[in-house]
């Protein structure tokens, strides 16, 4: 069964970094893309980035600011959040599927992934 396991949220102020990790298991294949997504209150879950063995995408909004990276032996995948902003205060989600490749039209789509973690909290004060 796969599991996956955010961690590393917290509230930071501006400008600061957070890195949050993404720890998954369970897989019966060593291949798979992982998704980052956030949701604010009354705002819908929104891409922020996707990483897999082949190519990585990240929102506009975080390009410059954000970095994925992954440590295959630990399964696990870190989102580096650099220079943050209040605006990205939002839970972040880790979701996974079992592909070698993040889609390039899809990977912001929640639809695109099958495993989702429980979420973690980032806030963001002025």
């Known amino acids: 069964q796969v599991q996956v396991v955010e961690s590393g949220g917290g509230m930071v102020q501006s400008g600061g970094s957070l890195r949050l990790s993404c720890a998954a298991s369970?897989?019966?294949?060593?291949?798979?893309?992982i998704g980052w997504f956030r949701q604010a209150p009354g705002n819908e879950r929104e891409g922020v980035s996707c990483s897999s063995d082949v190519n990585t995408y990240y929102a506009d909004s975080v390009k410059g600011r954000f970095t994925v990276s992954r440590d295959k032996a630990k399964n696990t995948v870190y989102l580096q959040m650099n220079n943050l902003k209040p605006e990205d205060t939002a839970a972040y989600y880790c979701?996974?599927?079992?592909?070698?490749?993040?889609?390039?039209?899809?990977?912001?789509?929640?639809?695109?992934?099958?495993?989702w973690g429980q979420g973690t909290q980032v806030t963001v004060s002025s």
């Open positions: 369970g897989f019966t294949q060593d291949y798979y893309a």
């Open positions: 979701a996974t599927t079992p592909s070698h490749y993040c889609s390039e039209y899809g990977w912001d789509a929640p639809s695109d992934y099958d495993y």
